[in-house]
């Protein structure tokens, strides 16, 4: 009892001791930035100069990306595998689709740079800039595909497997009553899925596309990998950037003076902020369904 | 038992739309039945291809890493030190990520299982709902949050060490086995419960004789499939163990130990083309382990659950 306690007690510990460590961490940067930090967009360690915005600003389109791209794509997924797919293609491409979310994230950023990134520079990014070219986010064709786009790519197929299990499961929690119901009143497929599988799943689909969300803010070294390092807010998503996340594993090795490291504590407390603010909306979500059993933590 | 649910049921059998305003009107027929099956094919079509191109992308990542890693495996690559720049081999990298996730396993484990012990067996309906809410929290923590408070903790004290690392992993392992042990636990049938209850067991021996051994199973997959991701995890190495003095094997958890994540890492963005090939052996190596682990753990819960018939 009294270990089992402990234990318990513990969780909430570790919790109150990351953002503990992360605050002390980053104090010397508080007291001389201030807030102004998180928006300021000169990042010069060697000048004492530092400010998170175009960090920030990347992290946040990479993000964004990640989930409108992988929020449909994951549901469409869920779809297949929980009322489309006969049962001997679920039980194949179900486990391969979570093995997908098990590759590390180094393994697929090397496959991104390798592979993903001159496919992205040299056909994906003309086509979008000839066809959607008028919106300035889609800019001319760079020399390398390294992008802030090619990390929101990255970040989509790391993200999708997390929607797709989530949701699938949902989607096999509707009851089959009801969804025979809608059938046997002469609705189509598509019909029963619009009328009764996603109205009854809404809330726990966008919790689960609040996790991947969450794990797409925070994820380090895939996307170090491919966003290319540029420091530079662009209007064009083919241009390079870095993200929070990769700032602070690219240069905690190398530090240039005591308040660059105090600089990265502040960002890791950004993305502290964002991510458990992230994570307590979608528990509210979750909860509100009734599903926080089950649902959360795969 | 805490008031527990059962899992994911009840949000499904209330009357679907609370605030929708009316939830049939997706279902009143428009437009002609042609039109209308021809939507509902697209759907089909759409659902299908997406599942499709994500198997694509699997396996062409898989694809990509067996071809580049394949030609750098051979058994010395496994076995010996390396002796420069992506030259020889890396086993203080197999060695040394062994280390590093056996310690965050060995600390995860017990207190996860215990984690969840809690849930079901003491809990209040309270204290089971912030312990709980903690857990997911600490599952949403981007790990390089994780990994810079140990550093914050640790290294800027004591400097670079394996069981900073493994310290940081335990930390990611943690949530994940304790919950999948939550719900394995409430699997366990009450009247296996009840029955040593009614033998006059004590409360801590019929956790440890009756709960515990029917739910191992499901205790070792969750811890397996941890240990797979921890084994994966490249950022807490990067920034808690990655001052590697010597290119021997280590085993000392005191000192900064190599490991395959960590290689990879420093391999490809060395970029001298050995050093690259290096990296995709590595990845090849630590890919098929992890795989491995996977696929073995959910066999292994196959055989499990068709054992206890669930």
């Known amino acids: 009892m009294a270990l089992c306690a402990f234990a318990a007690i513990l969780t909430i510990v570790i919790i109150v001791e990351v953002a503990y460590q992360v605050i002390t961490g980053a104090s010397p940067a508080i007291s001389r930035y201030g807030l102004a930090f998180v928006w300021n967009t000169a ?31 994951g549901v469409a997924i869920g779809l297949f595998l929980s009322l489309l797919a006969p049962r001997p293609l679920r039980t194949v491409i179900g486990p391969l ?87 046997a009143l002469g609705a189509t497929r598509w019909e029963v899925i619009r009328g009764v599988v996603l109205p009854t799943t809404a809330s726990g689909v966008i919790a689960a596309a609040l996790l991947a969300l969450g794990r797409a803010l925070g994820e380090a070294v895939a996307v170090a990998l491919v966003i290319g390092g540029g420091s530079v807010i662009h209007a064009s998503v083919f241009e390079p950037g870095t993200s929070v996340a990769a700032r602070i594993i690219n240069e905690i090795t190398s530090l240039d003076n005591k308040l660059h490291l105090a600089a990265l504590f502040y960002l890791a407390l950004i993305l502290l902020v964002i991510g458990v603010l992230t994570n307590l909306a979608a528990q509210a979500i979750a909860r509100r369904v009734g599903g926080d059993q089950a649902m959360l933590v795969r | ?94 060695v040394g990520s062994a280390v590093i996730v056996a310690i965050a396993t060995a600390i995860a484990m017990p207190l996860g299982v215990l984690i969840a012990l809690y849930l079901i067996e003491f809990a209040g309906r309270r204290s089971g709902r912030v312990v709980r809410m903690a857990l997911d929290l600490t599952n949403g923590l981007p790990t390089v949050v ?54 006059g067991v004590s409360r801590w021996r019929g956790v440890l004789g009756v709960v515990l051994p029917s739910a191992l199973g499901g205790i070792v997959t969750a811890t397996i499939l941890a240990a797979a991701r921890a084994a994966g995890e490249t950022v807490p190495i990067l920034l808690l163990s990655s001052l590697v003095t010597s290119n021997d094997v280590q085993i000392n958890p005191l000192h900064a130990v190599s490991a395959m994540p960590l290689t990879i890492y420093t391999d490809f ?32 819960l196959a055989r499990n659950r068709s054992r206890l018939g669930l």
């Open chain 1, 43 to 73: 990042w010069k360690p060697n000048l004492y100069i530092f400010g998170a915005g175009e960090m920030l600003f990347a992290t946040l389109v990479t993000s964004a990306m990640a989930l409108v791209l992988a929020t449909p794509l």
């Open chain 1, 97 to 183: 689709i979570e093995m997908l979310a098990a590759i590390p994230s180094i393994i697929i950023g090397l496959w991104g740079v390798i592979v993903l990134a001159p496919f992205v520079q040299e056909h994906l990014e003309p086509w979008l800039h000839s066809w959607f070219g008028f919106i300035p986010i889609f800019g001319p064709q760079q020399t390398t595909g390294l992008s802030v786009f090619t990390a929101g790519l990255v970040l989509t197929i790391m993200v999708v497997p997390i929607v797709a299990s989530l949701s699938r499961d949902l989607f096999l929690a509707v009851p089959k009553e009801l969804q025979d119901g809608a059938a």
């Open chain 2, 1 to 94: 038992m805490s008031g527990l649910s059962e899992p994911s049921a009840v949000g499904a059998e209330e009357p679907p739309a609370s605030g929708l305003p009316d939830p049939t009107a997706p279902l009143t027929a428009t437009g002609s039945l042609r039109r209308r099956a021809a939507v509902s094919r697209a759907l089909e079509v759409t659902a299908t291809g997406s599942a499709l191109l994500a198997v694509a992308v699997f396996c062409i990542v898989i694809y990509t890493v067996v071809s580049r890693g394949a030609g750098a495996i051979s058994f010395s690559f496994l076995t010996t030190d390396p002796t420069g720049i992506g030259t020889g081999g890396i086993a203080p990298a197999i």
């Open chain 2, 146 to 199: 994780v990994a810079i408070m140990v550093y914050g903790l640790i290294v800027v004290g004591s400097g670079d060490s394996a069981i900073a690392a493994s310290i940081a992993l335990a930390i990611v392992m943690l949530p994940l086995i304790a919950r999948s042990s939550h719900q394995v636990l409430l699997l366990v049938p009450g009247t296996l419960r009840e029955a040593s209850d009614a033998l």
């Open chain 2, 269 to 300: 963005n060395d970029g001298v083309p050995a050093a690259v090939t290096q990296a995709w052996g590595t990845a090849l190596v630590l890919m098929a382990i992890i795989l491995a682990a996977n696929i073995g753990a959910r066999m292994f």
